[in-house]
């Protein structure tokens, strides 16, 4: 598959009569947005806010980070089986809004929603505090079931950044990429010197709210697949999972997955990136055996030499990471797994939940238990209702003058586990 994608970048965002976008603005008309959003009978009320970088404003909780793309040319539309109709996607030529997102937030229904801070120690560690970001607080109808209301609030989310999106359709790129994938036999003949490397991704599961979505269908339903690398930048996989903030994937980091853009800038040159394999996080050992066998099997059959596997989430699928590279790695196939860790407060705890001698190659995200102190910020987007019981934080989370000690756990994408986050090694 060949995919062009076109980078405009947003440089301000502004509320306006009418949405456009000029001169590198975008505009945004909220009757328009909120009439977008409104569509589905389960969200009683949205409220949209902008939060820009350096601002004392913090966004809590959050839900899901979307960026807006619309398919100019080639098979399909962006968020396929979602929004648009399941054609499959990942050719042409697609648009991307750089530098915003929109930002679902509202009612917490789990623990494990997020805080974005634009300013102060929180931003340092969250990839979002560097973004435009149109918020959009959704309230639930009343006596609506928890996974109703989740699922009402994302899909608002991608029908909003389907309408921004839009808006870029007849602009002129201020740059364009190309991505370009071969067929297996193509690759052979192309780079018979280089080795032959994929990556398997490994996708949020493990139960109700803890949904990834592929091409409209529930993680839970699949079995391990090959994708082309170009079909995630066209929203083909998306996220509708309440795992921790600081490691679940958030819907703007599948569509700018940073090892397939790394593996893609080394294709041809150090490597021959032959594919994109998909598994899912599972909660029962039957499943988690299913799922480990046919992506060995899958590594097998591909003839790789090597593969990289993402985690998403701690504990319980650190068993499924670990049990998809020892038998990867039983298969001929060198291995390396890129995880977080949850070493506890002092750093003196076992990091995963699970281990093996054949897991000897690793790149970790960062200790999720880390604590930070994140002072009081002069404005709220959503509510701090729900502050002490989010993942990472406690009844001694709020103190009196206002600041938040918790967990790095608390913050999107603090310890994310495709490593799209500010944290590094010295």
Known sequence: MRLELGHI?????????????????????????RAVALEDEKIKSVSFDIAKPGESVRITPVKDVIEPRVKVEGRGGIFPGVIAKVDTVGDGKTYALKGMAVVTAGKIVGFQEGIIDMTGPGAD??????????????????????????AAVRFAGFRVATYIGELARDL??????????????????????????????????????????????????????????????????????????????PTYVHLNNPVVEDMFEQHGKTINFVAHIITNENVYLADKQRSSDWTAKLCKMLDLDGAIVSQEGFGNPDTDLIMNCKKI???????????????????????????????????????????IILPKLDKVIGTLDYVTKIAGASEETLREDGSLEVELQVLTGATNETGFNKLSAR
């Open 125 to 150: 560690y969250t990839p979002f505090s560097q973004t435009l970001n149109l918020v959009m607080v959704c309230e639930p109808v009343d006596g609506i079931k928890p996974h109703d209301y989740e």
């Open 329 to 371: 790695e039983a298969e001929g196939v060198k291995t390396v797994i890129i995880t977080d860790e949850y070493a506890g407060r002092d750093g003196k705890s076992q990091s995963l939940a699970d281990a093996d001698p054949a897991a000897d190659a690793v790149v970790t995200g960062g200790n999720a238990n880390q604590v």
């Open 172 to 249: 002129t790129p201020d740059e364009t990429k190309v991505y370009e994938t071969c067929t297996i036999k193509e690759g052979m003949e192309k780079y018979p010197d280089l080795p032959r490397v994929a990556y398997v991704q490994m996708l949020q599961s493990q139960g109700l709210l803890h949904d990834t979505y592929v091409y409209g269908v529930d993680a839970k339903k699949i079995v391990p697949t090959i994708m082309s690398p170009t079909e995630v930048m066209d929203g083909a996989i998306v996220s509708g999972n309440c795992v921790s903030a600081c490691d679940k994937n």
């Open 9 to 33: 970048y947003i440089k301000d965002i502004q509320f306006a009569a009418e949405s456009k976008i000029e001169d590198g603005i975008l505009y945004v008309s909220e009757e328009a947005a």
